[in-house]
């Protein structure tokens, strides 16, 4: 009985899921289409199966070498934000200090901040330390996340305060406490948080436009932008690369997808 009330909900969450399929599923078969097919009005739902867009986006642009920077980007920033945010979690969360409230208070103000604010500053900075065009400069100002902080001390917030006594007891130190208690115990909030900085750092276009104007050192965000020409696109080879750049990370989403689902909602409710 109960179920039979909730289909006007399921109804509109197929609607819902629908609305957001139908982009992707224009994405492939544009990547397919030739030029004029691409154009056409009205639209052409069958492609002529054109593959060697996908090809034509190898030659176009240096997409293994900005696969390989997004790579060495998203690696590098998720691993970074894992560590230093989960360690400045633990501390907001359960560390007595003078002043953590307010340390904190501005820390969450940081995400009241629009982040094209901080474009100036960073680019200044990366300037100053002679990394434009290089790696480094590309995940640097990536490597801290106020937002994962926010989220992995909630996590923190709902672990049990005796497994932590009970550590204590023994005689570990709170670094001691957080590497081999703590830590494990806040998996699948790592997990989580893991894979939402994989998806926001493959798909960052903003920076990586600002800080490297090399080809060869810019991400595939950055790259398939350059295919946007200033009179005529491409569409179908843009759609083929933007496809190519997406399947990885729709892998990642899809192998982790429990995992942040019950790290979220395990946050949450705590």
């Known amino acids: 009985m109960r179920n039979g009330r909730l289909w006007p909900v399921h109804l509109v969450l197929a609607v819902g899921a629908a609305a957001m399929v139908v982009p992707f599923f224009w994405e492939v078969l544009t990547s397919l289409k030739t030029f004029t097919e691409s154009t056409r009005v009205p639209p052409t739902w069958i ?20 696969f390989g920077n997004t ?19 633990y501390a907001f969360a359960r560390l007595r200090f003078p002043g953590r409230n307010v340390i ?13 604010l901080f474009l100036i500053p960073q680019y200044q900075i990366i300037k100053g330390l002679d990394l434009l065009n290089t790696l480094p400069g590309l995940f640097l100002p990536g490597m801290f996340s106020a937002f994962g902080t926010f989220m992995l001390r909630q996590f923190f917030m709902g672990l049990p305060d ?6 204590r007891l023994d005689g570990a130190n709170p670094l001691r406490i957080f590497w081999s208690v703590m830590l494990p115990l806040a998996r699948p909030g790592l997990l989580a948080f893991g894979v939402l ?22 991400t595939l965000s950055a790259g398939l932008a350059a295919l946007h020409g200033e009179h005529v696109t491409e569409y179908p080879v843009l759609m083929a690369g933007s496809l190519m750049a997406t399947l990885p990370i729709i892998v990642v989403f899809v192998v982790l997808q429990r995992q942040l689902i019950q790290g979220i909602a395990f946050t949450g409710s705590k």
């Open 47 to 66: 492609p002529s199966f054109e593959w060697s867009n996908f090809t034509r986006v190898l030659d176009s642009t240096p997409f293994v070498q900005q």
């Open 71 to 89: 790579v060495v980007m998203t690696v590098v920033r998720t691993l970074a934000q894992l560590l230093f945010c989960s360690l400045a979690a």
């Open 162 to 167: 005796e497994i932590e006594e009970a550590a």
């Open 197 to 218: 900085t994989v998806l926001w750092s493959w798909k960052d276009l903003m920076w990586p436009l600002v800080v490297n104007t090399d080809p060869e050192k810019m």
């Open 104 to 116: 904190f208070v501005l820390l969450l103000s940081v995400l009241m901040v629009p982040d094209q």
